[in-house]
């Protein structure tokens, strides 16, 4: 009697050789990726808390018309106005505000120049950030955000009433 045998699976040669290199690359992938983590400054990090919600005297106080190229880095600004008071934190490209009041007959329009003394230009960008006798008129939260792929810097910002 015959008896057939399906043929075994020949493993192949043991090559110690091979081990250890897999184990170093790993070991140098994994030391590059641990020293790139932990060696990050704390500073490094884009956003530091800021608080708009408090009504203090800490605010830099400035008018509604402001040169953007001559505020402080990672400050907060208050405008008085007549007919709002508001608080903006502006991090060279964005705008975050909370109004803190306005008359219910008054929007704002925040207005970023592309010069100092915001004159009237084709570049500049109007933004709506509170509309005309629509709530809520104290207590909102803003922001005006940059737009995309712009090739220039606005070195103006004023804050505007709207009828």
Known sequence: MNILKKPQPIAPPHTPCLNFLTKCKCWAVSTILAYAIFSIPNNAYGIDPISLKQYSDLNILVPSKVDLTKLPIGK???VNHSQFTLQFFFNNRDIFGFIFK???????????????????????LRNVIAMPFEPPYDKTFFSVKFPQKLQYDFQGLEFLPQK
């Open 102 to 124: 306005r008359k219910p007959n008054t929007g704002i329009v925040a207005h970023l120049c592309f010069y100092r003394s915001c004159e009237e230009t084709s570049n500049d």
């Open 76 to 78: 907060v600004f208050q």
